[in-house]
């Protein structure tokens, strides 16, 4: 097993499935980097990541991911044998004191090779509100059983939210209380709250009609978003509200089926589909409503991202999302209530919003500063633990 006395800095392995954009990914890419920062040796592992990801993102933190390409969202049980054995190999390469996985594929063949590996501390957090929404029935139920197993073998399971944290432990009885750490999110939130509101560039850059009150919605076309839900109320609103203009931030397998069905809604010259967007402080400054329109959730990036840049929010009241707005003044919906949403979204415009307090609590308790220091001290007292048990 590792020596966890020697002089050198404790190593973490940081292990994610994928590096798609995303807010996970996000996540362990300002954990690579700061950690690093706060002194750690740290590691990132990922599978090989075609189309949109976050490879330029992590160039940019200058750290250079250990790839697994058998490493993958996969119903194939010949590709997760393979992941596993290339996982335990990199991980007695790699030597860690510290390896902490991210996300479900990763989380399960990641623990169970650092347990073989013999590594001292193995942590993993849980983003998402588990699995609601995401998978049919069977498969839930087997995501739930192998979130089960491996928290049998980790020594402790970080959640985002106590909402999330009731969820894991007296829903789906996934993880005892006492192996559950409650830690929200972080992330590099200076650009978003020095962002000044209405700067134009957004606007400027996609020929969006400068004055009309904007409305967005910032995610991957995927089905557990729902777009097609924010589309229903955005064609309510259209309809109070002739001036308004909607965008649509991201993309994804669902972009041919959203462009039809806003055409069908006689949205056509009202919403612009942008893609991707790389500065996205500039998106927050113009919009005048965020809606988050998901079946279900973690703790949303665009949410944290959006307040501390000023914008309001309207949301569906989904995982971590009420542990988010509850004291922001920001409106929340039941999922599903296409009516409901249309009718916040018209609210929140007319009376407007007041950034400051919504602001500053992002900055306090959702900034990867705050998150690396609570790490910090979660690591140090698992490798005392670790430690002291070597010496009985």
Known sequence: MTDTTIARPPRILYIITTLHI????????????????????????????????????????????????????????????????????????????????????????????????????????????????????????????????????????????????????????????????????????????????NGGTFRRTFNLPPYAPLVGIVGRLMPVKNHALFLEAAASVKQALPDVHFVIV??????????????????????????????MAEVYSDLDVLVISSHSEGTPVPIIEALAAGCPVVATNVGGVSDLLAWTGCEMVHPGDAPALADAIQHTLKRGHTPEPARTMMMSRYHIGRLAQDLDGLYRGLLARYAHRQKQ
């Open 22 to 197: 995303s807010g996970p990914s996000l996540q362990v890419i300002l954990l690579t980097a700061s950690m690093r920062d706060a002194g750690y040796e740290t590691i990132l592992v990922t599978g090989s990541t075609p189309g949109d990801n976050f490879k330029t993102l992590a160039a940019h933190y200058d750290i250079e991911p250990v790839i697994v390409d058998s490493l993958a969202r996969s119903y194939n049980p010949v590709q997760h044998i393979r992941a596993f054995y290339s996982l335990y190999r990199t991980i007695k390469d790699c030597a860690p004191d510290i390896v902490h996985t991210h996300t479900t594929t990763a989380g399960f063949w990641g623990r169970m090779a650092a347990r073989l590996a013999g590594v001292p501390v193995i942590v993993h957090t849980l983003h998402v509100h588990p699995f609601q929404g995401r998978y049919t029935h069977f498969s839930t139920y087997v995501f739930i059983v192998a979130e089960r197993l491996s928290a049998l073998v980790s020594h402790n399971v970080i959640t985002l939210s106590e909402t999330l944290r009731r969820e894991l432990t007296d829903t789906h009885h996934i993880v005892p209380r006492r192996w559950l750490t409650v830690l929200p999110v972080g992330y590099d939130l200076g650009i978003f709250a020095q962002t000044q509101r």
């Open 250 to 279: 991201g993309d994804g397998e669902l972009r041919t089926a959203l462009k039809a069905q806003a055409d069908s809604l006689g949205l056509s010259d009202s919403i612009t589909f942008t893609g991707w967007v790389q500065e």
